[in-house]
Each structure stands twice: as structure tokens, then as C-alpha cells.
């Protein structure tokens, strides 16, 4: 017998002001091809999983914006605004706060608009299997880490993963683990989890999943979304 799957809810974050876009509209809601970075993002995760509960999480100065994001989508869809905190810890407690502990919880970040369907869903079944599934790509450049003298010392890159979102966990997990009191080192959800003393269960990301923060990103989405149409 096939067993039932638990609720699931994407928690989107975007509380970026784009001061390094120079702009003086958020990055989250800066045109990427006819629609709001924003909207791209939020449609991926519906077209993943039909049924999700999508959990936008927005500066309280910002909300106002979202009604022009939800006028994008030509049918309903199951989303609810919060408001967000002062840290992104403090904004992901603001949207987790509601979700029932049997389901699955996405957190994902509001300005990576390409995240593929295929990596939602692996995330999700991952999370499914392992309690929690972040994703995570390899280090190709060569690294250094500068010392106090200034001096730098070679790293070996083949030890470092760059993580992406959605970071995916079963409720109870999550729920129980931001709890716990913020700290400087809460720079994403694994952190806060493996604060707690849980551990994370890591996949493959994807090199198109870029998070947006500079027209250059900008201008290398809006090349990538054109090569997908073409």
C-alpha cells in the first residue's frame, strides 16, 4: 500500500533590498523576462509539486508588492504572507510558526528563480528518506583563505561544497531546531539543525540554481531562461 505523503510547504525568503543591484526596487521583484524574479521562483515550486503551500515571507514594507506577484499567476494558488524578521533565522521562525509537524518544510531562497523542478523533487524525496536533503555543489575555482598577517594558504576545494536552497526537512526537525537561541553562526537552516545536534543529509545541487545579487546574475538569468525557451 502506497504511503500517504505529508503536507508539504515551500518557505519562500526574500528580504533582499538590492542595494548591490543598484536599483531601488528589491531584487526579488526586478523584471527577469517578462516576470518578477519572485514569480519565477514561486511558479517552479508549483509546477513541482502541484499541491504545495507556498509561505512567502516578505519585509513588512514589501508586502504590498506581493499582491502584484499573485496577479501574475492566472489561477489561485495556495500561498500565505508573513511578515519577516530583523535576521533570516528570526524570518524563517515568522514562517515555519504555522506548519504542522507531520509535513515536509522547503525553505528556499526568494531570488534563486531557476531552481528546476527536478531538484525540488529530489529534495523532497530525499528529505522523505533522510529527515533532511540540502543541496550542495562542488568548488571548481581554486581557493585561498587569507590569514590575520595576510599572508594566503591554498585550499583543498575537493573538502568544500557550495550550498544552495531548498533546504528540505521534515517538520519535527526543523520545528524543534529553531528553537534553540540565534547565533552569529545560524547562516542557514543545515547550521541552525546541526546546532541542534541533528544531522544533514547532503545532495546534488545544480549550476543553474544561482542566487541573484548583482546585474550580472540578472543578465546570466535572463540568458539561461532564453536559452530554455529557444
Known sequence: MEIAQPPVYA???AGGQG????TA?????????GHSVLFHTIHAFVE???DVHIVLVLPSHQLSYAQIVLQSF?????LTLVSGGETRFQSVCNGIRDIPSNAIIMVHDGVRPLVSKALIQRCLQEALIHGSAIPVISVVDSMREIGDQGASFPVNRDRLRIVQTPQTFRASILLSSMQQSYQDSFTDEATVVEAWGEKVHLVEGERNNIKITTP?????????LNENEN
Open 48 to 50: 513541482a509539486i502541484p
Open 11 to 13: 518557505v519562500i525568503v
Open 19 to 22: 542595494t548591490r543591484m543598484g
Open 216 to 224: 550580472d546574475d540578472l543578465r546570466f538569468a535572463k540568458a539561461l
Open 25 to 33: 526596487i528589491p531584487k526579488q521583484f526586478l523584471d527577469l523576462n
Open 74 to 78: 492566472p489561477n489561485r494558488i495556495d
